[in-house]
């Protein structure tokens, strides 16, 4: 899929600023300044190729890319970013899960290409910004910027939610009695919003390095060079956050396994008082079995049922004085 967008009088079209490209000649026609390509098409990159004199390279989104190839700038005037965008994923059991998605970006001629293989929050909080906003876009790099502040904005409204997950947790956690059902529910959902925090913490990271990358590479003025720095403060304040978020995540991890090992505690201990309670009736047992002659209970009509009832008495003693030292509970 491929959409461009175009400037009107300084601004992005007010309801029509998305336009469809299905055909070469519809993109002959267009004077974009950000051309967002979506899984493209070989046929897509040719149109590109043929319109803007641009090659797209066939692994410009792949994941195994070397860091040093993330930020740079071609001899022709190319500047190739490549960022990771967070989509939070669907909490449903056969929904996707929370991921980073790589999206390539290249500024060439004052107009702004992204790749990438999923539809991303970001792209669509942007749109519907501008729609908002008429005046909220100038150029291709206010296109870029804006991206990386809805980005930050996304992250912070993603982890605003694990909070609010973590609430919901911790109220069942702080409770005063916790089964292992309970407490292996809880423990999966506190892993999900563990690895969604710590995904978090990686986009904002690559985020940061590519604002920073921006803010080098001299190619904005001094009102972008200001947002870029208000960017940069807004990450530092995000990863405060997600700091505090994975101090509160560790906190409910140790509280669930010690729950988990009061409850394992307690069946050991049943089984401990079990053993000792028996203890009595075994040696008792053990004493009338040695078949000694010099024996008088065994030749009583009486001995039987004294020894069992031997026996019942110690077990009993022993329950009741463990009952009573609350250590049966």
């Known amino acids: 899929m491929l959409n461009v967008f175009t400037l009107d009088n300084g601004r992005l079209k007010g309801g029509l600023f998305q336009e469809e490209i299905e055909t070469a000649e519809d993109l002959a026609l267009s004077r974009p300044i950000w051309v967002d390509l979506e899984s493209p098409s070989q046929e897509e990159k040719g149109w590109i190729r043929d319109r803007f004199g641009l090659t797209i390279p066939e692994d410009i989104v792949d ?3 070397e860091e040093s190839a993330r930020f740079y700038e071609e001899d022709n005037g190319e500047l190739h970013i490549r960022s990771d965008f967070l989509i939070e994923g669907d909490e449903q059991p056969d929904g996707k899960p929370a991921r980073n998605v790589r999206v390539a970006f290249i500024l060439y001629n004052n107009v702004l290409f992204s790749i990438h293989n999923e539809d991303l929050p970001v792209f669509r909080l942007l749109r519907l910004r501008a729609r908002r906003i008429p005046a909220l876009i100038e150029d291709a790099k206010d296109v870029l910027l804006k991206l990386y502040d809805a980005d930050a904005e996304y992250s912070a409204d993603v982890l605003e939610g694990i909070y ?11 409770k005063s009695d916790v089964t292992d059902a309970e407490a292996g529910e809880v423990l999966a959902a506190i892993a999900r919003e563990e690895d969604l925090n710590g995904r978090i913490r990686r986009n904002v990271m690559d985020t940061r390095r590519a604002v920073s990358f921006m803010m080098r590479s001299r190619m904005l003025n001094a009102e972008q060079f200001e947002e870029s720095r208000q960017i940069l ?5 995000l990863d405060s956050h997600t700091a505090f978020l994975f101090d509160k995540i560790n906190f409910l991890m140790d ?3 010690g729950f988990i090992n009061i409850n394992q505690n ?3 201990k049943i089984f401990s008082v079990a053993s000792v309670a028996l203890l009595p009736p075994t040696l008792i047992a053990s004493i009338y ?3 000694f002659k010099n024996m008088p209970e065994l030749e009583q009509a009486w001995g039987y049922p004294f020894a069992l009832g031997l026996m019942l008495v110690s077990v009993a003693a022993p329950f009741i004085y463990f009952r009573r030292k609350g250590w049966l509970k």
Request: aromatic share 0%; hydrophobic share 45%.
């Open 63 to 65: 994941e195994d890319l």
């Open 164 to 174: 609010d997950k973590l609430e919901a947790v911790s109220a069942r956690v702080l």
């Open 266 to 268: 307690k069946i050991i």
């Open 289 to 291: 079995g040695m078949n």
């Open 255 to 257: 509280a669930t396994v």
């Open 233 to 237: 403060r807004d990450i530092d304040s």
